[in-house]
């Protein structure tokens, strides 16, 4: 009897945390996965995911794991992710959009070149990527993409201004894609975690403050929430614990104003100490 061909996946910003755990979902499911990370880790990811894989046993043999080193904050670098998942010669069946950085502190203090590099990960590359995906997707009308957003996307993020900026672009864009690909096979999810347990508070600079230093949920959970959702077409996911879900849902219907105080409470620097006090 023939095995059949695996269907192939595509993972960015997989070296570790969430993106991670989201490719060893797609391993998981009998996938053949594309992980994507400027990072060198990016190959000692694939061989982990490689390890895991084998040990599944799975009829149809084990799912490749395809590293690419790319940086997708440069422009040409998103051209040159298409042509290398292009060159493997079959459809890509999901695509997860999931890199992204950010920077915490007062906006009048950080770097500029540090923001606007967000905004090309987060943002431009972002829409590069489902520029060419969705082509891809509608003109064979099947595929379904899973965008990373974040609770802070729902309301305003002090202190973490540019980051909750771009992901408040991404929850946006991604729902209104969904709206216009309705009618279509193609299907379109946001995942929308709370704080996580991943790299991103410490590359942040948001250790001193309140949200990085409080427990926070694991990628693994997240991962698994926002794949179900994904293979499930819906079209939120609100990621982690209860008590993040419940806040994702809260922060969907407090003013702007109330919100930012929040969210300021959570991300001002120096808030870590705060909460040790209380």
């Known amino acids: 009897m023939e095995t059949p061909e695996r269907p192939l996946a595509m993972v960015t910003g997989a070296s570790m945390g969430i993106g991670y755990e989201l490719a060893k979902q797609f391993v998981a ?12 880790d990016i190959h000692s990811a694939a061989e982990s995911l490689g390890t895991f894989a084998a040990s599944l046993g799975l009829p149809s043999g084990a799912p490749a794991v395809i590293p690419r080193q790319i940086d997708l904050s440069q422009r040409q670098s998103v ?16 695509a997860a959009l999931n890199a992204g950085i950010g920077v915490g502190g007062p906006f009048v203090e950080t770097a ?3 923001e606007l590099r ?16 969705v082509k891809d997707m509608t003109a064979r009308n099947a595929g379904r993409i899973l965008f990373t957003s974040s609770i802070i996307a729902r309301t305003p993020a002090p ?14 864009f991604g729902q209104a894609l969904r709206n216009e690909l309705k009618d279509t096979a193609v299907t379109v999810t946001l995942l929308l975690p709370g704080p996580t347990e991943t790299p991103f508070f410490e590359k942040a600079d948001l250790l001193d403050t309140k949200v990085g230093s409080e427990e926070k949920d694991d990628a693994s959970q997240v ?3 926002g794949f179900k ?12 614990s209860l008590k993040s879900r419940t806040m994702g849902l ?27 006090k209380q």
């Not at 202190?159 to 946006?172: E, N, R």
């Not at 959702?229 to 982690?240: S, V």
């Not at 702007?256 to 991300?267: E, H, K, N, P, T």
């Open 29 to 40: 499911h009998g996938f053949d996965t594309v992980i994507v990370s400027d990072h060198q």
């Open 79 to 94: 051209d040159q992710l298409r042509e290398a998942v292009t060159a493997l010669g079959k459809p890509l069946e999901a």
């Open 112 to 114: 500029l070149d540090d």
């Open 118 to 133: 967000i905004i090309d990960l987060n943002v431009s590359s972002t829409v590069a990527l489902a520029k060419w995906i």
């Open 159 to 172: 202190f973490q201004a540019i980051y909750g900026a771009s992901k408040a672009f991404v929850q946006s």
């Open 223 to 225: 991962a698994e929430q």
């Open 229 to 240: 959702a994904m293979m499930e077409g819906k079209g939120n996911a609100l990621g982690g």
């Open 250 to 276: 809260g922060s969907n219907i407090l003013p702007d104003a109330l919100g930012a105080a929040f969210g300021r409470r959570l991300s001002d620097p120096g808030s870590a100490d705060d909460a040790d």
